[in-house]
């Protein structure tokens, strides 16, 4: 399987936590710090206090959880409400790399209303699973330093801060200790640790806060899923979000909240030989690029997509350095316009290439985008542009048809994404609408959509996903258009059909009708209302209260 890349920038597109099966023997260890390294008491984390004057760690332990080798598999919790809350936390993330902490899973990020303490700002919240040798309190010196170092301060208990960081869970162990006590006595109240919680251990069962050292294993397990059953107050405005910059609104999956506006890419090709409109862009200069990007703009594009490489079937692959020479004076030109320059609109780059999404010549694109800490669109495609439209690559019998199994090979790409260091809240998912697939299949694909894909895999729930039908050859062979840019008004249908089946951004060449056709399905499908209808539903509501004062 080969996979396409947009990574979402100023200038360009591009397991499981095992856990070994409880033994019925419980014992409980003592242990003291024996050198008398410096750590942070978690109060006043500006006070050293030595690790010799420190009560003991009393720790009960199952037998069969002691760590292999010293390695052991630990939970932490992060959260920010401050500043720029994603950059905290990603700081955070490398930071326990630099500190040699393996970085196994990291849950997706979910903004959450404030807890205790409810006049602050909303958080930003997520678990990392990680592997460590250090010990509790070892690990609890180093994560606190952590939090200094981005500014974390306690002005005011559970108040607001830049960067939380908490040892929830520590292997199967529970540790009583005045400076941490795992597993975390509140974590089963706090529907922001449990819900993240689910995503990185969705089968765990794990040790309950605060129990007597005579309970037995049974007594004292609960799976997550129990438990976040129980929580009695669900927040109904937590979701997982996904970062397109850090100046434009985080983005709410369709798939979690229903109501989500969808947002329209517009398709800026500097080709000569694009499909779509003959290569008009590269034949007038980047003033004209320019221009065209504010027309985009002003019809309702919220994001330019711009492409250097023809990805028609068949086109010739040209190389990285050729590309950057077609795009780079049109993403120069673009970074004029004021609403691109402010981060009101984004562009992305389409390209095969890590060196052409960095802007200059490397090697690795899913390790690039990790780097770079930029947004990455993961499409499926099999293939080349050179070799897709090839009938084997368009057959997905042996995967149960083309929705699971374009379900399936790209679930497997945003493994490969999230073990190349790209956090969850970067990825979004294209299904590669003809792209190594018969027209049928790309119909089915359509049909299906997100909602359809994530049914086959429900790995990719929770990410947001872009669709892009626009003048595709399908069209063509199901209307029997044969020009591609007379395509628009079947275009329309597609775009439709995506948005009631939980497309969250549309690529399109026409921009001004398929705002227009968006609006309308967002207001059919997802009861999204323009200020007009608000104002109709507000008036009609008024009104029916004053009617019944009446009577």
């Given at each position: 399987m080969y996979t396409t890349s947009r990574n979402f920038h100023i200038q360009t597109r591009s397991a499981s936590w095992q856990t070994p099966e409880l033994g019925p023997q419980i014992s409980v260890t003592t242990t003291k710090r024996q050198t008398p390294s410096p750590?942070?008491?978690?109060?006043?984390?500006?006070?050293?206090?030595?690790?010799?004057?420190?009560?003991?760690?009393?720790?009960?332990?199952?037998?069969?959880?002691?760590?292999?080798?010293?390695?052991?598999?630990?939970?932490?919790?992060?959260?920010?409400?401050?500043?720029?809350?994603?950059?905290?936390?990603?700081?955070?993330?490398?930071?326990?790399?630099?500190?040699?902490?393996?970085?196994?899973?990291?849950?997706?990020?979910?903004?959450?209303?404030?807890?205790?303490?409810?006049?602050?700002?909303?958080?930003?919240?997520?678990?990392?699973?990680?592997?460590?040798?250090?010990?509790?309190?070892?690990?609890?010196?180093?994560?606190?330093?952590?939090?200094?170092?981005?500014?974390?301060?306690?002005?005011?208990?559970?108040?607001?801060?830049?960067?939380?960081?908490?040892?929830?869970?520590?292997?199967?162990?529970?540790i009583d200790h005045d400076r941490l006590k795992v597993p975390h006595p509140l974590m089963l109240e706090r529907e922001?640790?449990?819900?993240?919680?689910?995503?990185?251990?969705?089968?765990?069962?794990?040790?309950?806060?605060?129990?007597?050292?005579?309970?037995?294993?049974?007594?004292?397990?609960?799976?997550?899923?129990?438990?976040?059953?129980?929580?009695?107050?669900?927040?109904?405005?937590?979701?997982?979000?996904?970062?397109?910059?850090?100046k434009s609104?985080?983005?709410?999956?369709?798939?979690?909240?229903?109501?989500?506006?969808?947002?329209?890419?517009?398709?800026?090709?500097?080709?000569?030989?694009?499909?779509?409109?003959?290569?008009?862009?590269?034949?007038?200069?980047?003033?004209?690029?320019?221009?065209?990007?504010?027309?985009?703009?002003?019809?309702?594009?919220?994001?330019?997509?711009?492409?250097?490489?023809?990805?028609?079937?068949?086109?010739?692959?040209?190389?990285?350095?050729?590309?950057?020479?077609?795009?780079?004076?049109?993403?120069?030109?673009?970074?004029?316009?004021?609403?691109?320059?402010?981060?009101?609109?984004?562009?992305?780059?389409?390209?095969?290439?890590?060196?052409?999404?960095?802007?200059?010549?490397?090697?690795?694109?899913?390790?690039?985008?990790?780097?770079?800490?930029?947004?990455?669109?993961?499409?499926?495609?099999r293939g080349t542009p050179q070799t897709m439209g090839r009938f084997y690559f368009h057959d997905y019998t042996s995967l149960g048809g083309v929705v699971p199994g374009v379900a399936k090979e790209l679930a497997f790409r945003v493994e490969a994404a999230l073990e190349a260091g790209i956090t969850p809240w970067r990825i979004m998912l294209d299904p590669g609408l003809g792209f190594a697939k018969s027209a049928m299949g790309s119909i089915q694909l359509l049909r299906a959509g997100p909602v359809g894909l994530v049914t086959a895999e429900p790995r990719l729930g929770g990410y947001p996903w872009l669709i892009g039908p626009s003048r595709k050859g399908f069209i063509g062979r199901a209307t029997g258009i044969v020009m591609a840019n007379s395509r628009d008004h079947a275009t329309c249908a597609c775009i439709t059909t995506a948005i009631a089946t939980g497309a969250d951004v549309v690529r399109v060449h026409d921009v001004r009708s398929m705002v227009q056709a968006g609006k309308m399905a967002d207001t059919i499908f997802r009861d999204v209302l323009s200020a007009d209808l608000q104002k109709d539903v507000d008036m009609a509501r008024k009104g029916s209260e004053k009617s019944q004062e009446n009577v």
């Open positions: 750590v942070f008491s978690s109060d006043y984390p500006q006070r050293p206090i030595h690790g010799s004057r420190l009560p003991p760690v009393v720790i009960r332990r199952r037998s069969s959880s002691k760590a292999v080798s010293g390695v052991h598999q630990v939970v932490v919790a992060f959260g920010s409400n401050l500043g720029n809350r994603i950059a905290y936390i990603e700081n955070a993330l490398d930071s326990m790399r630099s500190q040699g902490i393996k970085i196994k899973k990291i849950s997706r990020l979910y903004e959450t209303q404030p807890m205790y303490y409810e006049n602050q700002d909303a958080f930003l919240n997520g678990v990392v699973v990680i592997e460590t040798s250090l010990q509790p309190l070892e690990l609890l010196d180093v994560l606190q330093q952590i939090e200094l170092e981005q500014g974390r301060r306690r002005d005011i208990e559970k108040g607001p801060r830049t960067l939380d960081l908490d040892v929830i869970l520590y292997g199967d162990d529970h922001f640790v449990l819900r993240p919680l689910l995503d990185v251990l969705p089968e765990h069962n794990m040790l309950t806060p605060a129990p007597t050292l005579t309970d037995s294993p049974a007594q004292t397990q609960v799976s997550i899923k129990d438990a976040l059953s129980k929580i009695s107050s669900p927040d109904q405005t937590m979701y997982p979000v996904t970062c397109l910059s850090g609104p985080l983005m709410v999956p369709a798939s979690a909240r229903p109501t989500s506006r969808t947002l329209v890419m517009a398709i800026l090709n500097i080709t000569p030989d694009s499909f779509s409109d003959g290569g008009d862009l590269t034949t007038h200069g980047s003033e004209f690029v320019a221009h065209y990007a504010e027309k985009v703009i002003h019809d309702g594009a919220t994001i330019l997509d711009i492409g250097g490489q023809s990805t028609r079937p068949g086109a010739q692959l040209i190389s990285a350095e050729e590309e950057l020479a077609r795009i780079l004076p049109g993403l120069e030109a673009i970074r004029s316009v004021p609403s691109v320059s402010s981060g009101q609109v984004l562009v992305s780059v389409d390209t095969f290439y890590a060196s052409v999404a960095r802007g200059t010549y490397d090697k690795d694109m899913l390790s690039t985008a990790a780097e770079l800490k930029k947004p990455i669109i993961l499409m499926h495609m």
